[in-house]
C-alpha cells in the first residue's frame, strides 16, 4: 500500500519560544503596577509587617517572571538564528559548521554566509543582542554569592527592566535581520504575543 505524498511541515520552536517569553513579561507589568500602586498608597501612613512582606512577595514574583522573560528571549532569538540557517543551507552544515558558535556569533556569521553583509556590530539591536546572552549566561550558570545584607543593590536582582530589554532584543534583532533580508517577515512575532496556548 502506498501512502499519499503530503506536504511537509516545518517544527521550530523560536514562535512557542516568544510567546512564554511575552506571557510572563505581561505578567511582570501587571505585577508591577501592583506594587507600585500599593507602595504609593503607603506614602503618609505606617508601615507594617504585613506591608514590607506584600511588596517583598510581589517583588520576587516579579524577578521570577523576568528571569523567564530573559531565558525565553534568549531562547527565541538562538531557535530563531538555527532556524534561519537551516532554511537557507541545511541542518547538517548546521550541525557540522555552525552550530559550535555562540549565539551572539551565529547572529554575525549566518546573515553574513547568507546574505553577505552581517548585523551592524555597533548599532543598538546588536548591543541588546549581546547584553541579552550575557545575562541569559549569568542566570544559565549562577554561581552563589555572599553578599551583606547593607551592600544588596538593584543589580542584584533581575528586575522589570531588565524584561523589557530582553523583549526589545528579539523585536530588533529580528527586525534588522529583517531589514537585511526582506524575505523574513516579522509577523510571526505580533502572532506569538497573542498565542492563547503559552
Do not use: C
Not at 28 to 41: C, G, I, T, W
Not at 160 to 173: D, F, G, L, P, S
Request: proline fraction near 3%; charged fraction near 25%; aromatic fraction near 10%.
Amino acid at each position: 500500500m502506498t501512502l499519499p505524498n503530503h506536504e511537509t511541515i516545518t517544527f521550530t520552536n523560536h514562535s512557542t519560544f516568544y510567546a512564554i517569553a511575552h506571557r510572563n513579561y505581561m505578567e511582570v507589568q501587571r505585577l508591577k503596577a501592583e506594587h507600585d500602586k500599593y507602595q504609593s498608597d503607603l506614602k503618609d501612613k505606617e508601615i507594617t509587617n504585613a506591608d514590607v512582606d506584600f511588596l517583598a512577595e510581589k517583588h520576587a514574583t516579579i524577578q521570577r517572571h523576568a528571569m523567564v522573560v530573559v531565558i525565553f528571549s534568549a531562547l527565541t532569538l538562538e531557535a530563531f538564528i538555527n532556524h534561519y540557517a537551516i532554511e537557507n543551507f541545511s541542518k547538517s552544515y548546521l550541525n557540522n559548521y555552525l552550530d559550535k558558535l555562540d549565539p551572539v556569533s551565529k547572529w554575525i556569521v549566518i546573515p553574513k554566509l547568507v546574505l553577505g553583509q552581517a548585523l551592524d556590530t555597533d548599532s543598538q539591536p546588536f548591543e541588546l543582542l549581546q547584553r541579552l546572552f550575557s545575562l541569559r549566561n549569568t542566570l544559565v550558570h549562577y554561581k552563589t554569592r555572599i553578599k551583606r545584607i547593607d551592600e544588596i543593590q538593584n543589580d542584584d536582582w533581575i528586575r522589570e527592566n531588565e524584561a523589557e530589554e530582553a523583549i526589545q532584543a528579539v523585536w530588533k534583532v529580528i527586525g534588522e535581520l529583517s531589514n537585511l533580508d526582506d524575505s523574513q517577515a516579522i509577523d510571526w512575532l505580533k502572532e506569538a504575543e497573542t498565542d492563547p496556548y503559552a
